[in-house]
């Protein structure tokens, strides 16, 4: 029997928990840049999020919720769009696993997967964009008028 047409590891779960599994791995992945697995699962989910990048990168609509159904977090998804792609210089080979060593439990051979760029998520929250635009109305209206002071007869 051959191994031909079967694609992806199954890690020994069902359909449902191997989604969950990746999803949460490339969430995490998202979010703090680099993650530190066994070295199948990296190479697992470098698979996955290579395209969800490709993705991300057009930045249209569709795009983005093609990527938030396949995440299933839209926090992730946002971050993904918004920040990290378009930092990403490069039109392919967006991650890098590099082997960590064994884990003392089971020697399992254990990786760090990472972006190949440097990623700065040094964008302004929406509560600081809303309070300088605050600022901004309140600079730009005219001084209201005081009402005159009435004379008063002595």
Not at 49 to 76: F, P, Q, V
Not at 113 to 134: H, N, R, T
Request: charged share 35%.
């Amino acid at each position: 029997m051959h191994r031909h047409g079967y694609k992806g590891r199954k890690f020994g779960r069902e359909t449902d928990q191997r989604l969950a599994l990746t999803r949460g791995l490339m969430c995490s992945l998202i979010r703090y840049q680099s993650i530190t697995t066994t070295l199948a699962r990296a190479k697992e989910i470098r698979r996955g999020l290579e395209k969800l990048i490709t993705l991300a990168k057009k930045g249209d609509l569709h795009s983005r919720r093609l990527i938030i159904a396949r995440l299933n977090d839209i926090e992730a998804a946002t971050l993904l769009v918004d920040v990290i792609a378009p930092q990403i210089k490069r039109n392919s080979g967006y991650l890098r696993i590099e082997h960590a060593g064994y884990r003392r439990g089971d020697n399992s051979e254990m990786g760090t997967i990472s972006f190949v760029d440097e990623i700065s998520y040094d964008v302004k929250k929406p509560e600081e964009k809303s309070a300088k635009a605050e600022k901004k109305a309140e600079a730009k209206k005219p001084a209201a008028k005081k009402p005159a002071a009435k004379k008063e007869d002595k």
